[in-house]
């Protein structure tokens, strides 16, 4: 077996008490997001988003998070590509923070809605204009017969948009995910890890926080 697959790291003696964590869950996320900073985790912002289909099937993919505020967390997309369609027909996502360095995760559990068309064109203002080609030559989640497919396309764009502003396509926006759940895990040693979790039952329900076993 792989060297790897037969580590038995221990996970440290930073505890994770209830005293430490700020009332507000969501201020909470934002602190353990700048420690994640400061620690200079690669892409401290990239979450898990996983995802239920109609047929029941789970699939998971990595997002940046845009925004985390106390309407919600926030990330951009093409709304036509697989986790778009599912999060449409099953409102009820996941979010994983992998702060594996830090011996830290956070799991959002919430409901996914687009925002409003004004605020993904605020996203799309803000966005390098390359990548807004890319956008537009990309449909998300679709086969495509080889790369150069995918290049001829960002060269008729280029040639489409050339001297003006690139539009928002219409498939294109962002992604609110009101939280209900967010835990906050802390490894510690011997597998006896610290999980907080704070719940509430709809946004507009104050906060409960339970700790649960390892
Ligand atoms: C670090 C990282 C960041 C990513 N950020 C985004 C993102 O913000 N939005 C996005 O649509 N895809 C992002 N992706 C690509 C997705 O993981 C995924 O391949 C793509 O969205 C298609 O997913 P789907 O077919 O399940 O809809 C990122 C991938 C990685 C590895």
Not at 9 to 14: C, E, S
Not at 42 to 67: C, I, K, Q, Y
Not at 72 to 87: A, I, Q, Y
């Amino acid at each position: 077996m792989s060297e790897s697959l037969r580590r038995h790291t221990d996970y440290g003696q930073v505890g994770l008490d209830e005293a430490d964590l700020l009332r507000d869950p969501v201020e909470q996320f934002l602190a353990w997001l700048r420690d994640a900073e400061s620690a200079e985790v690669f892409e401290p912002n990239a979450m898990v988003l996983g995802t239920v289909g109609a047929d029941g099937a789970p699939s998971s993919r990595t997002v940046l998070l845009r925004a985390a505020n106390p309407a919600g967390f926030e990330f951009v997309t093409t709304l036509s590509s697989r986790k778009g369609r599912e999060l449409r027909a099953q409102s009820g996502v996941s979010l994983l923070f992998p702060w594996y360095s830090l011996r830290r995760q956070v799991i959002v559990l919430g409901d996914a809605a687009p925002v409003a068309e004004s605020e993904a064109d605020a996203y799309w203002a803000d966005r390098p204009r390359g990548s807004q080609i890319s956008a537009w030559a990309s449909e998300q989640s679709e086969p495509v017969a080889d790369r150069g497919v995918l290049e001829q396309r960002v060269g008729e764009y280029e040639a489409r948009f050339s001297g003006a502003d690139v539009p928002r396509p219409p498939q294109w926006g962002a992604v609110r995910v009101v939280p209900r759940s967010i835990e906050f895990w802390q490894g510690r040693s011997s597998r006896l890890h610290d999980r907080l979790r704070f719940e509430r039952a709809d946004a507009m329900s104050a906060w409960t926080l339970r700790r649960f076993q390892p």
